[in-house]
């Protein structure tokens, strides 16, 4: 494990289609745990989840899973990465952070291992993040399914993210690249990301990934197979837990 990278999972409790959504259970232990344990098996640097309400750092504790407690009014993930991330290490000697959804109990290591390689491996990039190719129609009209668009071909399994959308992009044939919701951050580059506010885009597409692109930041994205389930629905919780038993 590498002290070069701190990986912090955002979880509060008051998610609108499934509350309580970081302590639902999957075969005995909460999901936000599980991810936890996913970031741990990947054994790329510190794993800590940046709690809102005390419930979640005691459920955490229990299963020996550092916790970190911010302030429940911060307005998004993002911001609770930071956050916690600046009481973790004021001094900033960490430099790289990684921000990791805590509603995908079986996004696989090595996706983590892999976006983190992407923004190690080239010194402009300033976020790196993962996505999956996909051929599948459905999540071209799917506005739940973000898509990324690449620059060129992408090679050597990686490529820098021009544009991201609910929509279709690129149009016309071919596959698309599916985004999914892990984030490396260079340190300075997290700074500015939330310092600065939400951008015209972003307002209208709801995707953070925006106004990093509107402050000139540059995002790469390491290409992977996984596709972890994104639990935001009871529905959603019943096929993780069947996915992971």
Known sequence: MTAEALIIIPARMGAQRLPGKPLADIHGAPMVVRVAQCAQAARAGRVVIAAAEPEIAAAAATFGVEAQL??????SGSDRVFAAAQAIDPDGAIP????LQGDMPNVAPDTISATLACLQRTPACDIATAVQVSEDEADRA?????KALLAGLPRAGAGQCLAFSRAAIPSGPGALWRHLGVYAFRRPALARFVAAPP???ELRERLEQWRALE???R???????DWPISVDTPEDLARARAMIA
Do not use: F, K
């Open 199 to 201: 951008s015209p885009i």
């Open 142 to 146: 799917n506005p739940n399914v973000v």
């Open 96 to 99: 790289i952070i990684v921000n």
């Open 215 to 217: 402050l000139g930041l």
């Open 70 to 75: 911010t302030d429940p009014a911060l307005p």
């Open 219 to 225: 995002i790469d994205a390491a290409i992977v197979d």
